[in-house]
């Protein structure tokens, strides 16, 4: 079963708008981390968050983590034709061992 | 540094027929893991390692197996290859557990089984 589950499946807007992507997990857990895939290469890690913070910045990164709704999600400011992308979330069971990793919102960003 | 490193990048297989995927770390990790990535399931455990010599099944372990002779090597086996294991497989590494540091990934490999 799936741990984490992104919403939107997909997203499209133009180069300078913000773009936000959700994700709604199941159970307690340690941490979230959102990583992001480009087409045809391996996924890149972008940031980690605890289960005891709210929000964390980097550059044009924000995520928040609201533990009592059990979700997350990744706000990308400004964005870019190169942030065109899949964006996953994945969650560490706090009983568990291993991530588990949602299947993705694909963020497409127009010029 | 290279990061990971997986090999080949591409294989179509028979029915049947067995392969091996390589990967490699060259980040000292302690940690290393073997996922597959099908389209709408997002990525899924096959095997991990917590270290030299230990291997543990992950969600979908059927079908494969897996060694860690040496630190920064995960080999990933199929023994008889079945078309339902089409599909990306990801090496990934990571420091510790993932409690505390990111998974690191390779480019992947891309099956197919006919």
């Known amino acids: 079963s799936q741990q984490g589950e992104e919403d939107p499946q997909a997203l499209s807007i133009q180069e300078g708008e913000n773009a936000t992507m959700n994700c709604s997990y199941k159970t307690s857990i340690n941490n979230l981390q959102w990583y992001r895939q480009n087409s045809g290469r391996g996924l890149v890690h972008l940031i980690l968050?605890?289960?005891?913070?709210r929000e964390k910045h980097s550059g044009r990164l924000r995520v928040t983590l609201d533990t009592s709704k059990k979700s997350s999600s990744l706000l990308i400011t400004a964005s870019r034709a190169a942030d065109t992308a899949s964006y996953f979330c994945a969650t560490d069971p706090y009983y568990g061992q291993n991530f588990v990793f949602g299947p993705g919102t694909r963020l497409s960003v127009l010029p | 540094n290279a990061g990971v490193t997986q090999t080949p990048k591409f294989r179509v297989l028979k029915t049947g027929q067995s392969m091996t995927l390589l990967c490699a770390q060259d980040?000292?990790?302690?940690?290393m893991y073997w996922y597959r990535q099908d389209p709408g399931m997002g990525l899924r455990l096959i095997h991990y390692s917590v270290g030299e010599g230990t291997t543990a099944k992950g969600e979908v372990p059927d079908g494969y197996n897996v060694s860690r002779l040496k630190k920064q090597n995960f080999l990933l086996g199929l023994e008889s290859a079945a078309p339902s294991q089409t599909s990306v497989y990801f090496c990934a590494s990571s420091w510790t557990s993932s409690y505390n540091s990111p998974l690191h990934f390779g480019n992947g490999t891309r099956l197919t089984v006919t």
């Open positions: 968050i605890r289960s005891n913070e």
């Open positions: 980040m000292n990790h302690e940690y």
